[in-house]
């Protein structure tokens, strides 16, 4: 456990690196969706659904929910790096929620809750277990739909000054870790929406296309400067 959480942190920066100078190829991959099919439409209707029902849902129960999501998430990322999750806790007051486990852990805990959609991961595993569902009946695409905007919207409620897991990786790796992470995620749930797991695959397969066309270019540029 802890030479696991040392080779994670020896990894910390080179992955923030790596994830801002992909973010040219994330923002690029969203044009390659088809956001005109039909799967992507209804997608869209869930998500605007999430948006209503956010609106109609009373705020403590929104909060609570934020808040249990995201100490769930800090103890998935836990158990992934095997640690020894001791307890999670909510506050009655809605002031925020502690997850304990054994352990120095590592910045993957710590980040976790603000690029992964732990909800909308659980669906997509549970779903394929009905691959054939997931091919043809498009409640599947709306609900996708409902978990990304449910997503964004949580991250997007989580990050500000007040949060107190940001300092502990530091600003400078959030802002060049999060947004790619975000978009990846986003991406990767998009692709889920109309091929599973194979499209998921070629997103990954997409993005890596992607860099290295951009990072060629970026040498040739170079090159003709230099």
């Known amino acids: 456990m802890r030479a696991l959480d040392k080779l994670i942190e020896l990894f910390k920066w080179p992955v923030a690196v790596y994830m801002l ?26 998500f605007f659904l999430f948006f209503i029902s956010r609106s109609m849902m ?5 909060t609570n929910m934020e808040i249990a999501a995201h100490e769930m998430t800090h103890a998935f990322f836990a158990l ?29 805990i710590v980040i976790a809750p603000y690029f992964f959609p732990l909800f909308g991961f659980f669906f997509m595993i549970i779903i394929s277990f009905f691959v054939s569902m997931t091919n ?5 695409n709306g609900i996708m739909g409902f978990f990304i905007g449910y ?17 502990k990786v530091s600003y400078k790796f959030c802002a060049m870790f999060l947004p790619s992470a975000n978009l990846l ?37 170079l090159g003709n400067l230099f």
Do not use: C
């Open 21 to 46: 100078l992909s973010l040219p190829a994330y923002l690029q991959s969203l044009s390659y969706f088809n956001f005109m099919n039909i799967r992507y439409i209804v997608l869209f209707g869930g």
């Open 58 to 62: 009373d705020g403590s129960v929104k």
């Open 80 to 108: 992934l790096t095997l640690h020894k999750v001791q307890g999670i806790r909510v506050e009655g007051d809605n002031s925020g929620g502690n997850m304990s486990f054994e352990g120095e852990g590592n910045w993957l």
């Open 136 to 140: 043809t009946h498009l409640l599947i």
């Open 151 to 167: 997503h964004l919207d949580t991250v997007g409620s989580q990050i500000h000054e007040k949060q107190t897991d940001l300092p």
């Open 185 to 221: 995620m986003l991406g990767a749930m998009l692709a889920f929406n109309t091929q599973g797991w194979s499209g998921v695959s070629k997103y990954w397969n997409l993005i890596g296309y992607l860099n290295g066309r951009n990072f060629d270019w970026v040498n040739r540029m």
